[in-house]
């Protein structure tokens, strides 16, 4: 829950510091003018989710201090780059950077801002305690993110939330803010207009982590077509009781979950359900 309060934080501060600087530079979105608020709340809805996209594999490898896999230097690394060689090769698309990164705990994530331009990279901890059949599970399912574009379209889908959510609470406030005479308060508006935008944000957030549930499933699927039901049901399995060590931001990215339950603010569904769910295939 801690991670996910400072998700929603994060975002909203994002938010806030875009606002802030169009305002510096005179755009600002007039709760009058409907065409302007809405062009204003794009603008800030979406340029902090396009630019985290754009810098998300620089991101990723410095916040875990991956290792980029240029030329393997023993039989495992490459073991690991063939396997991703061979499942890009299946989506059709070009293999993604492969990294490795020191942690003790099992897990992976893809990233990257095109379907041709990503990164994928697996924890120590993954390649030391899973079987070679459930690494190849787990690269199966993150290379269904990368195939299925799950990067770009969670994007868009935060860029979309994030523009309602500032519209909305703009809107909303110059209502509110506004006296008998018509004379918009400064003070009430900015100071209803930040609730608003909590108080929606958080609602939006509950938008794009079922989202973020839906797209951890098919990525289930894509790589059950790939290596087989089996394999990603032993890899699922091998994963329970793990603990993430990933930065607040790339939780989402993390095929690890310390989600027993599903609930409205997880980004995973629980590995239960998702065994249940590989089972029916």
Known sequence: MKRIFLFI??????????SIILSLLGI?????????????????GFAG????????????????????IEQPQNEAEAWLLDTVQNLARQWQLKTPEVAIYQSPEPNAFATGATRNNSLVAVSTGLLNHMTRDEVEAVLAHEMAHVGNGDMVTLTLIQGVVNTFVVFLSRLISGIVAR?????????MYFLVSMVLQVVFGFLASIVVMWFSRQREY???AGAAKL????????????LKGGVSHLPAEMLALG???????DSLLSTH??????????QKI
């Open 269 to 278: 569904p629980s590995l239960d359900n998702r065994i249940a769910r590989l």
């Open 9 to 18: 934080v994060t975002n909203l501060a994002v938010l806030l510091v875009i």
């Open 28 to 44: 600002s979105g007039n709760p009058g003018n409907m065409a302007s608020l809405l062009a204003f709340s794009a603008v800030v």
């Open 49 to 68: 989710s396009i630019i985290s996209l754009l810098m998300s594999k620089w991101i990723a490898k410095r916040s875990v201090g991956a290792h980029v």
């Open 179 to 187: 006296n008998a005479n018509g004379e918009v308060s400064n003070g």
């Open 218 to 220: 098919r990525a289930d």
């Open 227 to 238: 290596v087989g039901a089996p394999k990603m049901i032993a890899a699922l399995q091998r």
């Open 255 to 261: 095929i690890a979950s310390e989600t027993t339950k």
